[in-house]
């Protein structure tokens, strides 16, 4: 009846353009209009032009011109992130160096309008109330204190409109997918704004893996995939999900202004097929709650806010897939961050200085069913981490000179909770660590510049690491079960980091050229160890440890041109291209002294494509993603994959005995078109993985292959 309904409604838009032929005025969105974005990650709302550090901004047209309905499969595509995504709405990110994780805390740190998001899976973040996004690279510790490491993606939200709009929008498309987008935005008084918002997606079929690849695979590469995996239905793929969203703006005076917006999103009944060699399926609901507020005060000199925030996410794991009452929760996790942020703007003349105090608290809970109505042991005891911070910054801005520095002092306590099933007995840290940073960026000549920075970050290891104790036990055969255990390490230390980076860049109203180069050094990298060789029947044994040191260098390189530029100026031929390789990106193992290769981490990220606008109502894009090679761990019994020892990665430092994959490149391929039918109605189609690529993100777990979406919206 659904996909009824919308074969309708696309056939009656398009009776109405007939009537209704009306070009849209769309106005090009070059790279200056981007260089006067001001940045919100900031804390300062500096111009994009004027930020030494290296800043992406994915805007508003960009987003709805990519083939993504969550913040991960978006950052995939137009970034050169690495992003670690599997069935089950499950997605991370990691940059620079820094691998992605799937623990509460991690390397790159998400925030949502400034705040932090309570999240770090990015699949469960919707695009459909996304203003824009800025991805900030590099340390940004002291702004942020931890978790800011490899740098941070700030989400920002729509804001009420000055008049009063709102859209419906619909998808439907391959694997059973729908979408349903609906909003409304604008004045409802003359100091109070309102949007609200909603969400649903849904797949009610199982997806189908890809049967392809372009780039040639050896026989490895095909065994590593699984060359039965070509084409095959991946069983239990399906979710969905929803998104209420609502922000309220009351304008008190010109000076004083409140905000406060808040999120819920349920996740429910997604299933979890687990890696596609054993296939032991399960299930899961996520519930999130989201509440902001920003108190502002602004005059001509100063800009005070105040900025409370709290987040409640829970994720429930059931034992199986199964919808019947012999199913049950066998693990729950409760994950609250709760806090407050003032900041204060102060401009003398050229000069501006940043102040700010911060208050920060996660809290972590969780429990275990081994049985139903049956209490186990949990993966990791409850914690508590308290984050007391004070920072100052000052910018300096002279001609064509652009500096900015500062500091930031942050006091850490963590405090683990005594829990009888793990045997672990109460304890607490308290670190307390000093964050600098500096950056330089200047105008040689008109849109020319270069740009310098330095600064240092930090990361508290995670209880799971410190106090955790998590056992994977799963069946293979009727006669045998794969077994393996992580250890936790109570005298980890904190991990930090220094990172210097520079570049140039050049950009105009038709070109925009950058390239960035970076140095980090990561001490005290926290990276796992595996024991010795296990009696007969006792399991695999991971223990965590700090490394000496880590060390990633690389290059970024982005570039675009409107190639119409000069024969039309009613339209747009985009060609663009952005680039991530890694010189560097190894560690010195705890207690061997060896150097090896990162894992989870491709040396070599790329996405590149064409852009054309008619400026008329029609638009089309075919991108293409490169993801380069990587190396992970095999933790697959041999008779499961049956991958013979001499093939085993053995450069990078590794040994046989370690079972290291070398993971393979793979090229994926996009294509979008829209049209507006009448000034406001919209039609369109997405193709996402046109060649239909059998690759994965992480190894067992292969991702979907071609997918076909239609699009219709209506404004009003």
């Known amino acids: 009846m659904f996909r009824k309904s919308l074969w309708v409604a696309f056939a009656l838009l398009i009776f109405v353009s007939q009537i209704e032929a009306q070009e849209s005025n769309l106005n090009e969105n070059d790279s200056n209009n981007l260089q006067e974005v001001a940045v919100e990650a900031t804390r300062m709302s500096m111009k994009l032009k004027n930020i030494p550090q290296k800043v992406e901004i994915i805007d508003k047209d960009k987003i709805a011109s990519i083939p993504a309905d969550n913040v991960a499969d978006l950052l995939k595509t137009v970034t050169n992130l690495d992003i670690i995504q599997y069935p089950g709405v499950s997605g991370q990110v990691g940059m620079r160096g820094f691998a992605p994780t799937a623990t509460s ?27 824009r996004i800025e991805v900030v690279k590099g340390p940004y510790s002291i702004l942020y204190g931890t978790d800011a490491m490899g740098g941070v993606i700030n989400i920002i939200t729509q804001k009420p409109t000055e008049q009063r709009r709102a859209s419906v929008s619909l998808k439907v498309g391959s694997f059973g997918s729908t979408l349903v987008d609906a909003s409304v935005s604008g004045m409802v008084s003359d100091k109070v704004g309102v949007v609200v918002g909603f969400n649903n ?63 819920l999103y349920m996740g429910e009944d997604i299933k979890v097929p687990g890696n596609y060699f054993t296939r032991s399926a399960s299930k899961k ?83 275990r069913q081994s049985a139903k109505g049956t209490e186990a042991s949990p993966y990791k005891p409850n914690n508590r981490n308290q984050r007391l911070s004070a920072l100052i910054q000052g910018s300096y801005e002279w001609n064509n000179l652009s500096v900015n520095a500062g500091i930031r002092a942050n006091f850490i306590r963590y405090e683990i ?8 007995e109460a304890s607490d840290n308290n670190y307390f660590l000093f964050t600098p940073s500096i950056g330089a960026k200047y105008y040689i000549i008109n849109g020319l510049n270069i740009h310098a920075s330095a600064g240092r970050a930090f990361n508290i290891p995670d209880a799971f690491v410190t106090s955790g104790f998590y056992e994977i036990n799963t069946p293979i055969s009727p006669k045998y079960r794969y077994r393996h255990v992580y250890v936790g390490n109570s005298a980890l230390r904190p991990e930090t980091s220094v990172t210097y980076e520079g570049g140039v860049g050049y950009s105009n109203s038709f070109l925009s050229v950058y390239t960035t180069y970076f140095n980090t050094t990561h001490n005290d990298k926290i990276v796992t160890m595996r ?68 894992i989870l981490v491709a040396k070599t990220n790329g996405n590149f494509g064409i852009f054309y606008d008619s400026m008329r109502g029609f638009s089309t894009r075919l991108h293409t993603r490169y993801k380069g090679s990587r190396l992970e761990k095999d933790f697959l019994p041999a008779n499961v994959r049956k991958i013979a020892e001499a093939d085993y990665y053995t450069g990078g430092g590794y040994e ?33 993985n046109i060649f239909d690529e059998n690759y994965t993100e992480k190894d067992t777990y292969n991702m979907p292959g071609r997918s076909i979406m239609g699009h219709i919206s209506y404004s009003f």
């Open 201 to 263: 997606r849904a797949q009610s079929k199982d997806y189908r893996i890809g049967d392809n690849n372009l780039m040639k695979m050896t026989d490895l590469e095909k065994t590593i995939l699984d060359s039965k995996s070509y084409g095959d239905i991946y069983p239990n793929t399906t979710y969905q999900t929803s998104q209420l969203y609502g922000k309220v703006r009351y304008d008190i005076s010109q000076k004083w202004a409140i905000n406060l917006s808040s999120i």
């Open 417 to 424: 909770f005594k829990h009888d099933s793990l045997q672990n």
């Open 656 to 688: 046989t005995k370690e079972k290291i994959l070398k993971i393979s490149d793979h090229l994926i391929f996009d294509y979008s078109a829209y049209y507006n039918v009448t000034a406001k109605a919209k039609i369109g189609i997405t193709i996402s």
């Open 105 to 131: 805390r991690s390397y790159t740190l998400v925030m949502i309008d400034g705040l932090p998001s309570g999240t770090s899976n990015l699949a469960t973040l919707p695009t459909a109330v996304i203003e």
């Open 531 to 598: 024991g010795g060789k296990p009696a007969a029947g006792a399991p695999d044994t991971t223990y965590y440890h700090n490394t000496k040191v880590a060390r990633m260098s690389g290059l970024e390189l982005m570039a675009s041109i409107n190639v119409l530029h000069f024969c039309s100026s009613n339209q747009k031929l985009e060609i663009y291209g952005n680039l991530t390789y890694l010189f560097n990106n190894n560690f010195t193992e705890y207690g061997t002294d060896k150097v090896k290769d990162m």
């Open 285 to 367: 609901d996520i519930n999130r709650f989201n509440l902001f507020g920003n108190i502002s005060y602004k005059t001509e000199k100063n800009h005070l806010v105040v900025a409370p925030y709290f987040s409640n996410e829970k994720n429930y794991n059931y034992k199986n897939a199964l919808n019947d009452n012999t199913n049950f929760i066998s693990f729950r996790d409760n994950v609250k961050e709760f806090g407050i942020k003032i900041t204060s703007n102060t401009t003398i003349d050229n000069i501006k200085i940043l102040t700010g105090i911060d208050y920060d608290v996660l809290d972590y809970s969780s429990d």
